[in-house]
């Protein structure tokens, strides 16, 4: 019994092993071309692991690449759900903040994923994610007796336009802090909706 635990734990490091460098790999490789210009090939090269090995794991590159994406908003979700229901201006800015934080943690990793090329149906999830859980209701009590359909226009053009930040903020090298991000987000957020709310009446 013992000998086969022992053996267990053995496979189950050598399979964190594999799948740890497989996707270190991709990351890599992304840097350099889109997801669908990769192989398998390419993969097993850079990693030092056969194909074999590969296809123990993962269908396809792109097989590996959703499942990068999923553990990335599965890991953004937990980070999250930390903290308390983000329900005011204040809450929102300490949130977007610690999106920042998450972002500077993994920073090789969001820099391919959120970059021109990489995948726009992740980016697209991340987005509704984003508006759903952070963005939509706050604004929702900013904006007052607003209408919904409002709402939804200015949460949405506050996420677009919170991604391509984010990716300016990685091609810069992220040299302002997570703090400072933050700041600049919820200003352009809020007092943006204000002077359209005032621009109306």
């Not at 972002?103 to 969001?110: F, M, P």
């Not at 980016?123 to 994610?129: E, G, I």
């Amino acid at each position: 019994m013992v000998i086969r635990a022992m053996g267990g734990e053995r496979e189950d490091r050598r399979v964190k092993y594999s799948k740890r460098v497989l996707k270190e790999s991709l990351i890599k490789l992304l840097q350099q071309k889109p997801a669908d210009k990769i192989s398998v090939t390419e993969l097993c090269a850079l990693s030092g692991l056969n194909r074999s090995t590969f296809y123990a794991h993962y269908g396809s590159p792109s097989d590996l690449l959703l499942q990068v994406e999923r553990e990335v908003l599965d890991a953004l979700d937990r980070y999250l759900e930390r903290f308390n229901v983000i329900d005011s201006k204040t809450e929102v800015r300490q949130t977007i903040r610690r999106i920042f934080d998450y972002i500077t943690e993994n920073a090789d990793l969001c820099r391919v994923l959120l970059a021109d090329n990489g995948d726009r149906t992740f980016q697209k999830k991340l987005l509704n994610y984003v508006q759903q859980q952070v963005i939509r209701e706050p604004l929702a009590k900013a904006a007052g007796d607003a209408d919904r359909e409002l709402i939804e226009y200015v949460s949405r053009f506050s996420i677009d336009g919170c991604v391509g930040i984010i990716q300016k903020w990685l091609e810069k090298g992220m040299t302002k802090t997570p703090e400072e991000m933050a700041d600049i987000i919820i200003k352009l957020i809020y007092q943006g909706l204000s002077a359209y709310l005032v621009l109306k009446q």
